[in-house]
Structure formats: C-alpha cells, structure tokens
C-alpha cells in the first residue's frame, strides 16, 4: 500500500515518529492533481482544498506493515482517507491520501513544507511524540 503525503509525513523526523519501529520505503516524489494545500486555521499542518488547476507537490511511501498503516491512520484518524492517482516522473500510482480533516477550516494561504521546517517542525516534532505515545499506551488522542 502507499501512502502520497503532502503534509508534515513528508518530514523523515515526523514519519519516524510515526511509523516508530515498522518499515516502510521512501519510494520519491509525486505531484496530486486537481488540489491545493492549504494552512489549518489556528495549526500547522495543512488540507487539501480542491483547485482545478494546481499541483501539490509530496512525497510517496510504501508499507505493506499492517502496524504502520495502523499508526499512520492514528495519527491522521481526522482527515478523511481517499484513493487518488498520483503523477511520478516516469508513470502513475494509485495512492491513499489525507485529504480534508473535518470541522477545520483554512486560512487561505498555501502550505510551504519549507517555510514549516524552519518555523514549526521543532515543536511539531514534541506534540508528534506526546501523540503517537497515546497510541503506544492504547489510548485515543486528540491533536
């Protein structure tokens, strides 16, 4: 199964996180169709908002560990999980995506994966642990 994050997933720190001790493979970059990626009101983290003509820019993963997509579906268990084909250099895959989280609204401005690493990855990364750790005890969370 593969996942097409355009999100915080992105990050290696994050996905580590995340996927803890399971495997999973970095497989490259994609680009979703049709959508941009835009700032959560009050968050840092983005949605997608449907856009006819714009490409999100994201990284593909792969994991056929059942505990991985367990952890991941956790960590993402607001947004709305959908199936989409993602463009690659060369072809196309079919991959699951997060897509709208519900009850959030956006502020309007394009999420920059760049502009977040510089600004919010140190504190993202500590909400990420307390988090995921919620998972480890069998507790649900709420971000």
Known sequence: MRLFS??????????????????FNILGAGTLQ???????????????????????????????????????????????????????????LNCFVFSEEFGKTTIGREWDFVEWQSLYKVPYLERSKKFMGLYDKGLSGVW
């Not at 355009?6 to 495997?23: N, R």
């Not at 991941?72 to 199936?83: G, L, P």
């Open 6 to 23: 355009y999100g915080t997933l992105q990050d290696h720190d994050v996905l580590k996180i995340v996927a803890s001790t399971e495997k």
């Open 34 to 92: 049709g959508f941009k990626a835009l700032y959560v009101e009050n968050e840092e983290y983005p949605i997608l908002s449907p856009c006819k003509d714009s490409l999100i820019p994201g990284t593909i993963i792969d994991s056929i560990s059942e505990e991985f997509w367990k952890r991941v579906d956790f960590f993402e268990q607001n947004y709305e999980k959908i199936e989409k084909e993602i463009a690659t250099e060369n072809s196309s």
